[in-house]
């Protein structure tokens, strides 16, 4: 069964910094793309990031580019997603999603694998 969990949630001051695991089961998550996403309360989901297969291209969007960074580790087949400089607008449930490759996709409808999220609290 192809699963995936997020941890790694948490509260943090502004400034401050998390990092978000993506572990996978039941399949490898090498050969697949991976995306984060998050979704605030009354807001839509949205795409925040996501890594191709095998890692070669990553992508964020403009609100987190240059303090967000998307990692893979092959051996533990876990996508990380490091977050630097959080503010409080980055507050939200962090999800990763699967599917199979290659390149990154932007749209959630796009991914059919999910994690169950992980919370992420940023105060001012």
């Known amino acids: 069964q192809l699963q995936l969990v997020e941890s790694g949630g948490g509260l943090v001051q502004a400034g401050g910094s998390l990092r978000l695991s993506c572990a996978a089961s039941?399949?490898?998550?090498?050969?697949?793309?991976i995306g984060w996403f998050r979704q605030a309360p009354g807001k839509e989901r949205e795409w925040v990031s996501c890594?191709?297969?095998?890692?070669?291209?990553?992508f964020y969007a403009d609100s987190v580019k240059g303090r967000f960074t998307i990692s893979r580790d092959k051996a533990a087949n876990t996508v990380f997603l490091h977050m630097n400089n959080l503010k409080p607008e980055d507050t939200g449930t962090y999800l990763c999603?699967?599917?199979?490759?290659?390149?990154?996709?932007?749209?959630?409808?796009?991914?059919?694998?999910w994690g169950q999220g992980a919370q992420v609290t940023v105060s001012s």
């Open positions: 999603a699967g599917q199979l490759g290659p390149s990154c996709m932007f749209d959630l409808g796009r991914y059919g694998y």
């Open positions: 039941g399949f490898t998550v090498d050969y697949y793309v």
């Open positions: 890594i191709s297969i095998r890692g070669g291209d990553t």
